[in-house]
């Protein structure tokens, strides 16, 4: 489809595939503020005529009765078209492309997305409205037709564009939520990893030292304390001893000397052994 197949300084009718040229989208009479759009016999109201208005990729849809008073959108909470206040944001804006039959046309809104397209249902007063539906029928396909009899459009805000247009933000968000599952995705895969790490090092170490080895080390360890202890007590005590002994054999050499001459020292054989005491 070219770029822009329609001409924003004329009207257009809108027929579904579905219910067929005798039928076409309208306003109805006019009423303040403006009637749900709905399917209308053809020819029988003034409001059946659109201006199709271009502006940077996206349509704008306004209605012959109310000019640039009114444009038909979508609020958030909406599935069936409305006529809303005019502006720039996403629910303003249409896209049109081809449709699969030749001459037929398929119609999407840009707030929520390529999957939910205009079709036509039933309500139960039997008023038939364009609705925003997600099933591929033919109710999906529409002609647009030029009527060239109601006229041209010399409105000079119906023929301008906006300053600049809301943008989708549906790829932004989608590059978010991918990144935040690779980045989810590496998180677990790096706790599965340590988790991984941490079983494999308990099991090892379960598996080299079982308990009766365990029991033993200890034994062996407190055993080898304790010897150890009591080599240090013992070292010391030798310690201890030793000056006494030193002292104790050096008073006794003094006692003999200051007690007994010299000679009968050397010439009492009883006295001979007092020559071997420890420490000559």
Do not use: C, H
């Not at 409205?129 to 037709?145: C, G, K, R, S």
């Not at 998180?187 to 941490?198: E, K, N, S």
Request: proline content about 4%.
């Amino acid at each position: 489809m070219p770029d822009n197949p329609f001409n924003s300084k004329y009207y257009y009718r809108f027929s579904n595939s579905g219910l067929g040229s005798n039928y076409t989208l309208s306003l109805g009479l006019k009423t303040d503020p403006p009637a749900t759009p709905s399917m209308t016999t053809m020819g029988a109201y003034s409001s059946e005529n659109w201006q199709i208005f271009y502006d940077d990729g996206v349509y704008f849809l306004r209605n012959y009765d109310w000019g640039d008073t009114y444009q038909m959108g979508l609020t958030a909470e909406d599935t069936i078209p409305e006529m809303l206040t005019p502006d720039a944001a996403l629910g303003m804006q249409w896209n049109i492309s081809d449709g699969s039959t030749t001459g037929t046309y398929i119609l999407r809104n840009m707030l929520i997305g390529s999957t939910n397209v205009l079709s036509t249902e039933a309500l139960s007063d039997g008023l038939i409205v364009p609705i925003m539906n997600t099933d591929e029928t033919d109710d999906e396909l529409w002609e647009i037709d030029i009527n060239v009899s109601a006229g041209t459009i010399t409105n000079d805000t119906m023929l301008s564009t906006y300053t600049s247009l809301q943008a989708a933000t549906t790829t932004s968000k989608s590059t978010s939520t991918s990144t935040s599952t690779t980045l989810a995705t590496t998180t677990a895969t790096a706790t599965t990893a340590a988790t991984a790490i941490t079983a494999t090092t308990n099991t090892t170490s379960s598996k080299g030292l079982s308990g009766g080895d365990i029991a033993g080390i200890a034994v062996g360890s407190a055993a080898g304390v304790i010897i150890l202890a009591a080599l240090a007590f013992f070292f010391y005590r030798a310690r201890q001893r030793q000056p006494a002994q030193t002292v104790q054999t050096q008073t006794v050499r003094a006692e003999l000397a200051e007690t007994s001459p010299k000679s009968e020292l050397l010439g009492n054989e009883a006295n001979w052994r007092v020559s071997e005491l420890p420490g000559e």
